[in-house]
């Protein structure tokens, strides 16, 4: 069995776009990798596009769960983008090594980001965030 870290990003990128990844698989970690590699290899603004189209439609064909949560997918990109442009990093785990807040606290991130809890129901209208983030707790 395939473990995360196992997959190639681009096998797992092809394994989520063709809804073959593993539901297993398709975990918190697996999210953010996700993430960390549309942002490198679209940019911010395509990537949180592609992401949101991905997650919604491996939901929907995959997982057979309408639980897409449009929100929080946009807060995957743009909560990893903002750790990302703060690190030096080209290393997804070290990353999430420099910033253990993204594997272990992401929820506390996400609360900080839109400022309320987006994850007590599953959305799928538009919610804008705060503004500026600040994660300097």
């Given amino acids: 069995m ?3 870290m196992n997959l190639e990003e681009n096998e797992l990128l092809k394994q989520v776009e063709n809804y073959t990844l593993s539901p297993s698989l398709f975990n918190h970690e697996n999210q953010l ?15 949180t596009l592609k992401n949101c189209k991905l997650k919604e439609q491996f939901f ?3 997982l057979n769960s309408e639980k897409f949560n449009l929100p929080l997918t946009k807060a995957y990109t ?9 690190s030096s ?3 997804f785990y070290k990353l999430l090594r420099e910033f253990p807040r993204l594997k272990y ?4 991130l996400v609360k900080t980001h839109y400022g ?7 959305r799928k209208e ?4 705060l503004g500026t983030i600040l994660f300097t707790f």
């Fill in 2 to 4: 395939n473990t995360i």
């Fill in 126 to 129: 538009e919610i804008n965030p």
């Fill in 89 to 91: 990093t080209k290393d």
């Fill in 78 to 86: 743009e909560i990893l983008y903002y750790f990302m442009q703060k």
């Fill in 105 to 108: 606290n992401f929820k506390e």
């Fill in 60 to 62: 929907i064909n995959a």
């Fill in 33 to 47: 990798r996700l993430s960390w590699i549309l942002i490198n290899k679209y940019g911010l603004e395509v990537a």
């Fill in 116 to 122: 309320h809890d987006i994850l007590k129901k599953h």
